[in-house]
């Protein structure tokens, strides 16, 4: 049997008749207040301010007290019921103007500020409890502070970014600022593939009674729109050759090189279609 402390002499006597009805059971179960604390989710020190009538307990510490000590719980929320009544009742006045809640707590025991009228929450209501919007607590200002310190960190680093960036698109060879690097020379491939730099070098010359551009020595292959070969460059330096320009001696028969092709046809009376044939051929190199 446990040897409580006596009871506050201005309690409520329906709080009194509460607090005695849950030590009576704790008492029954034979637990410590450690002990209860580990089978009920409330603490040690909590069960300490029920018991010692500091604190009004909740009703899920009542139902909790009354699972372990194996009794009905329905006496004890009545009690609780008629003693909440009473505890938010219990404000009397003091002689410097202020209030106090209920009784003082007992000496020699930890400070406490006294018993709150509303009772305590159990631990489903504590999880339930929606979290206090940005700005309802104290802690409201500190956050606000660091989304601030945080928002100006980030615009400092887009503006040292974006100022990097200027300096590396302004600046030339030497540091130089508006001088824009020159691009870099094309490379042969690229050279090939643009119709105003040829890739073939025409060194036209003339052996056996015909002319040659130093790229084939075909004289019979069909050639027409679309071909890309050598004979193609070939016929294209024999058509400049004639003063006769197909565009670029890039081996590609285009549009510029088809409507040469259709001049010389015109110029030694042959039939104007656009491909080079044997007769156009013995045109070009005669």
């Given at each position: 049997?446990?040897?409580?402390?006596?009871?506050?002499?201005?309690?409520?006597?329906?709080?009194?008749?509460?607090?005695?009805?849950?030590?009576?059971?704790?008492?029954?179960?034979?637990?410590?207040?450690?002990?209860?604390?580990?089978?009920?989710?409330?603490?040690?020190?909590?069960?300490?301010?029920?018991?010692?009538?500091?604190?009004?307990?909740?009703?899920?510490?009542?139902?909790?007290?009354?699972?372990?000590?194996?009794?009905?719980?329905?006496?004890?929320?009545a009690l609780r019921e008629v003693a909440a009544q009473a505890w938010g009742?219990?404000?009397?006045?003091?002689?410097?103007?202020?209030?106090?809640?209920?009784?003082?707590?007992?000496?020699?025991?930890?400070?406490?500020?006294?018993?709150?009228?509303?009772?305590?929450?159990?631990?489903?209501?504590?999880?339930?409890?929606?979290?206090?919007?940005?700005?309802?607590?104290?802690?409201?200002?500190?956050?606000?502070?660091?989304?601030?310190?945080?928002?100006?960190?980030?615009?400092?680093?887009?503006?040292?970014?974006?100022?990097?960036?200027?300096?590396?698109?302004?600046?030339?060879?030497?540091?130089?600022?508006?001088?824009?690097?020159?691009?870099p020379a094309p490379s042969s491939s690229a050279a090939a593939a643009t119709?105003?730099?040829?890739?073939?070098?025409?060194?036209?010359?003339?052996?056996?009674?015909?002319?040659?551009?130093?790229?084939?020595?075909?004289?019979?292959?069909?050639?027409?729109?679309?071909?890309?070969?050598?004979?193609?460059?070939?016929?294209?330096?024999?058509?400049?050759?004639?003063?006769?320009?197909?565009?670029?001696?890039?081996?590609?028969?285009?549009?510029?090189t088809e409507k040469a092709v259709k001049e010389l046809q015109r110029r030694?009376?042959?039939?104007?279609?656009?491909?080079?044939?044997?007769?156009?051929?013995?045109?070009?190199?005669?």
């Open positions: 049997m446990s040897r409580w402390r006596a009871l506050p002499a201005e309690l409520d006597p329906s709080v009194r008749r509460l607090v005695e009805s849950l030590r009576r059971l704790k008492d029954q179960s034979g637990l410590s207040l450690r002990q209860l604390a580990a089978r009920t989710e409330y603490s040690a020190k909590s069960w300490e301010r029920y018991l010692g009538g500091r604190t009004l307990p909740p009703r899920e510490a009542v139902e909790a007290l009354a699972r372990v000590g194996d009794e009905d719980p329905v006496r004890l929320l009742a219990a404000r009397t006045p003091v002689q410097d103007g202020r209030t106090t809640d209920g009784p003082e707590p007992d000496p020699g025991s930890e400070p406490d500020p006294g018993p709150d009228p509303r009772p305590e929450p159990g631990p489903e209501q504590r999880d339930l409890t929606p979290a206090a919007p940005p700005g309802a607590g104290p802690s409201a200002p500190r956050s606000l502070r660091t989304a601030l310190v945080a928002g100006s960190v980030a615009l400092v680093l887009a503006i040292g970014s974006a100022a990097i960036l200027a300096v590396r698109l302004t600046d030339g060879p030497g540091g130089e600022t508006g001088t824009v690097p020159p691009p119709p105003e730099q040829p890739a073939y070098a025409c060194r036209v010359s003339r052996a056996d009674g015909r002319w040659y551009a130093g790229i084939s020595r075909v004289t019979g292959e069909t050639l027409s729109y679309g071909d890309i070969s050598p004979e193609v460059a070939e016929a294209q330096c024999l058509l400049r050759r004639q003063g006769i320009s197909p565009g670029g001696i890039d081996g590609i028969f285009g549009p510029l030694s009376h042959l039939v104007v279609d656009g491909i080079i044939g044997p007769h156009t051929w013995k045109a070009l190199r005669g």
